[in-house]
């Protein structure tokens, strides 16, 4: 039914052609508002035309459609700009832009942008996926993988699920049981922008932040808009989103596939059977109100099957979640948040393959307080501002999963600057220190200074400093489960120095190529590992990191894209000859290509797994896989529609093992706008 009603949309939308429209030229220089200096490293995009202005200020377009377009300008440190254009075809529209600085939401409050900072805008994320676990997956270095039906969370330079800190709107959504954020309730439609910021973070963003920071900006002032999507194995779903004054709402309900086809271990017989109850559905809902201060109100539920692995199925186990978060924001010299969150999650099977049957409920209850000061800063002839914030949380849980009584407070007081110097402001200091203080633990340090220069086109950045999180919850306080035992004596993870090191060159008309190296200690690594007797259980491990990301983007012609990245991580124990950690894969890529002739647009994507370790001696890996990716789309005004294929070849991937993915399987997409 897919396939056919796929054919049918798009042979029809086939009959509708495009306009061809006469190129012109837009050149225009990017000032501060505040002080009219020129700002260097904006970048400035049209479509899929992006340019990065230069030290004076200064960009330019030589080919632009002569239709509407909408010019956009974002520079890490100002508010973005948006402004609507009607070029005339053989005339040149010369522009100023001014920027607006502001410093980086992170955590709940404003820090200091540090440089070397990546992002990537709402179109592209569109391009890339239909929700940010495909559409970040393969994106400078950024791994997103889930077990079976389960959280889509990232990882980032060989990192754990639970390292990457992600913040959407300022306010971390990492489950606090877990460490780990699920993507996949993030519809790319509702996110105006992604910020990176890899590496060793916690001093700057707070705990979880050891591999790198996720800052996600949703979009506001939008018209009201609605999508509705198809696919195989059963996946649905439905988007609703608009504004009303300072409102901007949101909801997102999804059914996810389920009962396809695998191939049975040798263990099991061999041959092919359906994988059950490896679906579920996932709703998510979101408030904000924008003022003097800022107020946000997030829901996510989620119902959904446990289905074991493939030598261990258990067909009548289910799981479900429930979270409400309600969090205030108020920016300025002086600023200050706080959140409240309320969580629950219960997990039972009445006739589990092995041991007794369970039925295991907690619920929680935590709350976040940030206060903040913002002072300008001279040193010598640098110029910037500095900022000094102190940091509380406290989180309390029960049930029959969570021993009686638990708790867990931290602190935190953290200062941080931004100056900038030299010729036309080239040279960038970031300099930041962090004090932490959690329950069962001494005071912690953790310093970082990064560095960045432009010249022209060629921009420099480098970093060197350290970091330190406590272990998540669950692995401290949660009960024993079969085959599994808890380890409350971990030790906090602590990446006892990283430095790091990049070179971006942008080539004009949007071509650009950048490098990033790093190289690192961690102490005190947390994964889970098997004993002797196959019980497995978190514990410590002293590793080695080190690697590197080169990614490249290359506009070949007007409406032709073509981007690609590749990543290499060596997470290996601090030991002679150690091996890689378990399922941290060495070598990731990804490459892109786009093609937008008017109102068509035609996407191919394709992303590689390398090998994976399925335990600690570095052997018996499990194989290196790619997948391969493709929509097609047509916009009619306010309607579009999108058909899309994902894991094109049907690799039926296990990214761990036994735990396959659906293979190919297809959607349809249908989103309108109102006028």
Do not use: C, K
Not at 70 to 82: C, D, K, Q, T
Not at 258 to 264: A, E, N
Not at 560 to 585: E, I, K, M
């Amino acid at each position: 039914m897919i396939h056919a009603g796929l054919l049918l949309a798009l042979a029809t939308l086939a009959a509708v052609p495009a306009a061809a429209q006469a190129p012109t030229r837009i050149s225009g220089r990017v000032i501060d508002a505040t002080s009219g200096d020129p700002v260097a490293g904006a970048e400035v995009r049209i479509g899929e035309l992006t340019v990065v202005s230069a030290p004076d200020g200064a960009f330019a377009f030589g080919s632009v459609p002569s239709a509407r377009v909408e010019l956009r300008v974002r520079r890490i440190g100002y508010a973005p700009v948006r402004l609507p254009l009607d070029p005339v075809p053989g005339l040149e529209r010369v522009l100023t832009v001014s920027l607006t600085p502001i410093a980086l939401r992170l955590d709940s409050v404003t820090v200091t942008a540090a440089p070397g900072a990546i992002a990537i805008t709402g179109p592209d994320l569109l391009r890339r996926g239909g929700d940010l676990s495909l559409a970040l997956d393969g994106w400078q270095g950024v791994s997103v993988r889930r077990a079976g039906n389960g959280p889509a969370s990232p990882q980032l330079r060989g990192g754990g699920p639970d390292e990457v800190l992600v913040l959407v709107d300022g306010f971390a959504i990492n489950d606090p049981l877990t460490g780990r954020a699920d993507l996949s309730r993030i519809a790319s439609r509702e996110v105006s922008a992604v910020t990176l910021l890899p590496g060793a973070q916690t001093v700057r963003a707070g705990p979880r932040a050891v591999a790198g920071v996720l800052l996600i900006e949703t979009r506001h002032h939008l018209q009201p808009e609605a999508t509705g999507w198809a696919g195989s194995h059963g996946s649905m779903g439905l988007r609703f989103g608009g504004s009303l004054g300072g409102f901007t709402a949101s909801a997102t309900g999804e059914r996810l596939a389920d009962d396809f086809s695998y191939d049975v271990p040798e263990v099991r017989g061999g041959g092919r059977a359906n994988r059950s109850n490896a679906g579920g559905e996932q709703y998510a809902a979101g408030l904000t109100w924008t003022g003097p201060a800022t107020v946000v109100v997030r829901g996510t539920a989620g119902n959904r099957g446990l289905p074991g692995t493939t030598t261990n199925p258990t067909p009548s186990a289910s799981a479900s979640d429930h979270s409400v978060l309600i969090g205030v924001r108020r920016p300025g010299t002086v600023h200050a948040s706080g959140s409240v969150q309320w969580l629950e999650t219960r997990a039972d099977d009445p006739a589990p393959p092995t041991g007794a049957a369970y039925d295991s409920y907690t619920h929680g209850v935590g709350g976040t307080l940030e206060l903040g000061r913002r002072l300008p800063l001279a040193v010598a002839a640098w110029r910037g501002d500095a900022t000094v914030t102190a940091e509380a949380r406290g989180d309390r849980f029960a049930g029959d999963g969570i021993r009686p009584g638990t708790s867990f407070s931290q602190a935190a007081l953290r200062a941080e600057a931004r100056l900038t110097g030299g010729r036309a402001d080239a040279w960038t200091l970031a300099p930041a220190a962090r004090l932490d203080l959690w329950t069962g633990s001494a005071v912690r340090t953790s310093l970082r200074l990064d560095g960045g220069w432009q010249r022209g086109r060629t921009s420099l950045s480098w970093g060197v400093g350290s970091a330190v999180t406590p272990p998540v919850l669950a692995d401290l306080f949660f009960r024993e489960g079969v085959g599994v035992r808890l380890n409350p004596d971990l030790r906090p993870e602590r990446v006892r120095w990283e430095v790091e090191g990049g070179v971006r060159r942008d080539f004009g008309g949007g071509a650009a190529a950048a490098l990033r190296l790093f190289a690192g200690r961690v102490a005190d690594l947390i994964v889970w590992a098997p004993d002797a007797r196959f019980i497995w259980s978190p514990r410590n491990f002293d590793v080695v990191r080190r690697g590197g990301e080169l990614t490249g983007d290359w506009p070949i012609e007007p409406g032709l894209r073509v981007s690609g990245g590749l990543a290499y991580a060596a997470v290996t124990y601090d030991v002679p000859g150690g091996a890689q950690v378990q399922y941290r894969p060495r070598v990731t890529a990804d490459a892109a290509a786009v093609w937008s002739p008017g109102a068509w647009s035609a996407d191919v994507r394709w992303h590689l797994i390398g090998r994976r370790y399925p335990n600690s001696a570095g052997t018996n890996p499990r194989d290196a896989f790619a997948l391969l990716d493709a929509g097609l789309e047509r916009r009619l005004g306010d309607f579009t529609v999108r058909g899309e294929a994902l894991d094109l070849t049907d690799t039926r991937a296990e990214f761990l093992a036994g735990y396959p993915s659906p293979g190919r399987r297809f959607a349809l997409t249908f989103t309108l706008v109102a006028p």
